[in-house]
């Protein structure tokens, strides 16, 4: 079975800094793009930034020049460093990979649960 699971949320000053970790466990073959969306109550699930399994990155608009989504094939795992944090970024965060089952499956999206992040003075 696999497991997507983040860390890293909590309460920022507006102008402050918080890092994301996501990371997928389980038994797999591989894993393709992996993401982070974001939820804030009353708007539809955002995409925020993306990176495949050979580092080609995208961003939302919204955080360009902000964050950065950073990723280590070894453990699985990628990370969002985000700087600058706005009270508009106050969300919750998810994490999503897209995963290969075996060498011929279909690849599957698994999503996180997710974690809070705050940002307020």
């Known amino acids: 079975q696999v497991q997507v699971e983040e860390s890293g949320g909590g309460l920022v000053q507006p102008g402050g800094s918080l890092r994301l970790s996501c990371a997928a466990s389980g038994m797999f073959f591989s894993i393709n793009t992996m993401s982070w969306y974001r939820r804030t109550p009353g708007k539809q699930r955002e995409s925020v930034a993306s990176?495949?399994?050979?580092?080609?990155?995208n961003y939302a608009d919204s955080v360009k020049g902000r964050f950065t989504i950073s990723r280590d094939n070894a453990k699985d795992t990628i990370n969002l460093q985000m700087n600058s944090l706005k009270p508009e970024d106050t969300a919750v965060y998810y994490c999503n990979a897209l995963i290969l089952p075996s060498n011929s499956g279909v690849p599957q999206i698994h999503w996180g649960q997710g974690t809070q992040v705050t940002v307020s003075s």
């Open positions: 990176i495949t399994r050979g580092g080609v990155t």
